[in-house]
């Protein structure tokens, strides 16, 4: 239940918050997707279910329908791949395969956007963003994620 | 979730997201009902952040111009306790010169200047210049007699006062007479106007006058400032075995002037 209020916050600061200071908005840096590696960090595979959901929600909200359901649950199954190599949890463990599917993730949404639609995107706001979502990836693991060790 | 669960749901999302995505199936008008019944009760979230956004933006603006106007304020406070202190110097140094000239004796009075502005309305037709005619007369108080300059050079005196005109008489007229001075030198001549060329008369022969000199005019009681007449434009020993033939062009073209000042003499 605790989840599910944050996962629903998040899902808000998004499209209302990020979506809105960043254009083009897709490239703001990834607070939900964030959520649901910490999810799959924690419960494992199952986290795909919420994947699916998060993706969902967030394409009706944002217009871009198929878009965040495909990249997230690839982001998330991904993550849950590499993850699954190592038996046991560390700090690498978590923030390096988040950092490099947020990256991939990142891409692949320019990419798949290009491909539909003509637009201007900046290096710089690409490359900003993702490193906002790395230093949340770390600070998140700090904060929280450490303790579930 | 088993592994085969996992690995065919995964992929299955993805290609169907992917599908979804590519082939605009968000068009079809069930599924954008739906997302538009969904973004109505996102709205006024998105509403309140956008008022939130504006109104913060506007709060900050108006921060940032307080800001700045407080700062302004400083620097001109700063900069008229300056200019205070710069006036009081100032009065300290005219009571000081004002002391000075008492001691001494000596008066320029120059800042007791009482003029008017006036416009020249009427120029010689003969192409002389021997005269102007300029606005105001009785109407605002000229004289004849009255000095008519523009900011350095001498246009002449006031001959006839009229209603709401003057005629004025240039250094070119024959009429046109005054005290004068060379340069800076103290001794005092007579300068009598002419066409093209006044003289300066009664300058001894042992008086040391060269061509391009300025020659001033000076008032008897020293209440007006010097103003220039002209240059010395030639030397000569004339018929007079005593003094110098000195000629002198006028400085002032009146043609080429409209605003003059008249500078009414003490009386």
Request: glycine share 6%.
């Amino acid at each position: 239940m605790r989840y599910a209020l944050l996962f629903l916050v998040a899902i808000f600061l998004q499209v209302v918050f990020l979506h809105g200071l960043f254009k083009p908005g897709f490239l703001a840096p990834d607070l939900l997707l964030i959520v649901l590696l910490s999810r799959a960090y924690l419960i494992g595979r199952d986290a795909v279910l919420w994947a699916i959901l998060g993706g969902s929600l967030l394409d009706i909200l944002t217009d871009t329908i198929g878009l965040n359901l495909s990249l997230y649950v690839l982001s998330v199954y991904l993550f849950s791949l590499v993850y699954e190599r190592f038996l046991f949890k560390s700090f690498l463990v978590f923030v390096l395969p988040s950092s490099v599917v947020l990256l991939t993730k990142k891409l692949l949404a320019l990419l798949m956007m290009r491909s539909k639609f003509s637009f201007e995107a900046s290096f710089q706001t690409f490359a900003l963003s993702w490193l906002i979502e790395v230093f949340a990836v770390v600070g998140l693991y700090f904060i929280y994620l450490r303790r579930k060790e | 979730m088993t592994g085969r669960r996992f690995h065919i749901l995964s992929l299955l999302v993805v290609v169907f997201g992917l599908i979804v995505f590519f082939s605009d199936l968000s068009h079809i008008s069930y599924v954008r009902a739906f997302v538009s019944a969904i973004n109505r009760v996102v709205a006024p979230v998105v509403r309140f952040k956008e008022r939130t956004v504006s109104e913060l933006r506007e709060e900050l603006g108006a921060y940032i111009h307080r800001v700045d106007v407080a700062k302004e304020n400083i620097q001109l406070k700063r900069r008229l306790s300056s200019l205070l202190l710069t006036e009081k110097e100032l009065d300290t140094c005219l009571a000081e010169i004002e002391q000075l000239e008492k001691t001494m004796k000596v008066s320029s009075g120059f800042r007791k200047l009482d003029y008017v502005v006036s416009r020249i309305v009427y120029y010689d037709p003969t192409g002389f210049d021997l005269f102007v005619i300029i606005e105001g007369g009785k109407n605002k108080g000229i004289k004849e007699g009255d000095l008519v300059v523009t900011e350095r050079s001498v246009i002449g005196f006031v001959e006839s006062v009229f209603s709401s005109t003057s005629r004025v008489i240039t250094p070119f007229n024959e009429k046109f007479s005054t005290t004068a001075v060379l340069g800076t030198r103290k001794k005092r001549y007579i300068y009598r106007g002419g066409f093209p060329e006044g003289s300066l008369l009664h300058v001894n022969l042992e008086d040391r006058v060269e061509v391009g000199e300025e020659v001033y005019l000076v008032e008897l009681k020293r209440k007006i400032p010097p103003f220039l007449i002209g240059k010395v434009s030639e030397v000569s020993r004339g018929k007079d075995p005593f003094f110098k033939e000195v000629k002198v062009k006028p400085e002032a073209v009146p043609r080429e002037e409209d605003y003059v000042f008249v500078i009414r003499r003490s009386r």
